[in-house]
């Protein structure tokens, strides 16, 4: 199938023409590296340099606080790591539940080593409490990374106010603007955000390309090591084809930001018109503060993955979820962070427009899907909503936790003068951040971290595993 109705735009995009016309001599005369001392490498190095310097005109930031990166995946990863090497003495991050995969599976993974991580959650509407992100900020909070934009329901964040919190508490802010770049206005020069991810393909630009921005003067250690491209901030030849791409792809998001009314208006007339035509059918997310191009529709007591494979028939490309965790029945963790009933977490479909979106596409959509939902609704059994249940066996033993680690463990640290600075229960996993054990004697973190797992071994399981840093 190579031609449909494409409205997964929020997965990834075309490669505009104009993209693809800039990129391609790269593949094929200038083949130079740009690290050369030729001229023919040279040519390249200052294409690289014209690219760099358009990706730094769309974000208002300086062309040397650009770091080219392979995807968005890898800028997240690397923009969390250089403010946590940066730090060594500090070992909480704060994030939150609706992230993409390449920010929240890091964080699980940094836990495992040790860190320990906020999840903040959202309202019913994918809104964060910036209350909730005051109370969390500590002075051992190394790094706040949260996105900008949400790739399901296209929900904003208010970035820059997380940022001016950060900065009083002394950690970093470091922003996935992965779905926003291009969508959003951005003034780095004059922003709260030190480290902010975008990828290319998400802009029409190819896969395998993304940017990151460091703020000057950041300590930025290298997360790929090797030469000293990107100025020592990441190793490897660069993806020059990508690289040239993205740049003309930031220029023409740049011309594009002054006409996303064209992506808005029919956004909001498919949205309009479902919500009007179809019973039981609701928006998730805020319409507020959100992405002129996405919406993320409920129809409510159907199954997600019926609606998406009707669609697929029709040609029509939209996307239950995100990508990543579409395939699996699983409902979105974004959803189900937002705490929606049963029937909207499994009937919801995201619709992403672009600026190739045509309104003969969306009149076609809002005659198609009327019928698939009643047709859906007639011959599948309908999808009831959970009544609450009373609490999980797993929320009954973090809750004993909880009790002995504030009732008996923390008083007995405070007559030495130490503290739990923090604590996080997952599963059998107890994670403690011990204040006031590392000054007199190499063990005795060892050693507390022992008397807390011997008695919560015996109090509670004896499967439960301590980490203390
Ligand atoms: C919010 C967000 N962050 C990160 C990524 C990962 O980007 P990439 O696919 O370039 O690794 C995506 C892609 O879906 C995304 O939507
Ligand atoms: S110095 Fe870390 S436990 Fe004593």
Redo the contacts with the bound molecule.
């Keep these: 199938m190579t031609d449909c109705i494409y409205l997964d735009n929020n997965a990834t995009t075309k490669i505009d023409e104009e993209v693809i016309g800039a990129m391609m001599p790269y593949l094929t005369i200038y083949y130079g590296n740009p690290s050369s001392m030729h001229s023919f490498g040279g040519q390249v190095a200052k294409a690289v340099q014209k690219a760099r310097e358009q990706v730094a005109a769309l974000l208002g930031a300086e062309h040397s606080e650009i770091i080219f990166t392979s995807c968005g995946t890898e800028g997240d990863n690397a923009a969390i790591c250089a403010a946590l090497t940066a730090q060594p003495d500090k070992h909480h991050i704060i994030t939150t539940e609706v992230e993409h995969s390449a920010v929240l599976n890091f964080c699980k993974h940094l836990e495992k080593q040790g860190y320990s991580v906020t999840y903040l959650g959202v309202d019913s509407q994918g809104r964060l409490d910036l209350g909730e992100v005051q109370a969390a900020l500590t002075g051992n909070t190394a790094l706040v990374t949260m996105m900008y934009a949400n790739n399901e329901t296209g929900v904003i964040f208010p970035v820059e106010e997380v940022g001016k919190l950060a900065k009083e508490y002394g950690a970093l802010f470091h922003v996935d603007a992965v779905q926003a770049v291009g969508k959003v206005p951005m003034d780095m020069s004059k922003s709260s955000i030190d480290l902010l991810t975008l990828s290319g393909h998400k802009l029409h630009a190819p896969k395998g390309v993304g940017a990151l921005y460091a703020r000057k003067g950041i300590n930025f250690p290298a997360f790929m090591i090797g030469g000293h491209q990107e100025r020592g901030r990441r190793g490897g030849t660069e993806n020059v084809p990508g690289i040239i791409a993205l740049g003309k792809a930031c220029e023409l998001a740049q011309s594009h930001l002054e006409n996303l009314s064209h992506e808005r208006q029919l956004r909001d007339y498919l949205e309009t018109s479902l919500l009007t035509l179809i019973s039981d059918t609701v928006v998730n997310g805020t319409t507020e503060e959100r992405l002129a191009n996405t919406t993320n529709i409920a129809f409510k007591y159907v199954e997600g993955e019926g609606i998406l494979s009707s669609l697929n028939q029709y040609g029509i490309c939209a996307s239950a979820g995100s990508a990543c965790t579409s395939g699996s029945m699983e409902p979105s963790h974004v959803l189900k962070a937002m705490g929606l009933p049963n029937s909207v977490l499994q009937g919801s479909i995201r619709f992403s427009l672009s600026r190739y979106t045509t309104q003969e596409e969306i009149n076609r959509v809002i005659e198609i899907v009327p019928d698939i939902i009643s047709h859906l609704r007639s011959i599948t059994p309908r999808i009831e909503d959970e009544t609450t249940s009373s609490p999980t066996k797993e929320q009954e033993k973090a809750n004993l936790i909880q009790q002995i680690l504030e009732e008996e463990v923390k008083p007995f640290l405070a007559q030495d003068g130490g503290d739990i600075d923090l604590y996080d229960i997952e599963g059998d996993l107890v994670k403690v951040v011990l204040k006031g054990?590392?000054?007199?004697?190499?063990?005795?973190?060892?050693t507390l971290k022992l008397a807390i797992e011997a008695r919560l071994k015996d109090r509670v399981d004896p499967e439960l595993t301590v980490i203390a840093v």
């Design positions: 054990a590392c000054d007199a004697c190499p063990s005795s973190t060892a």
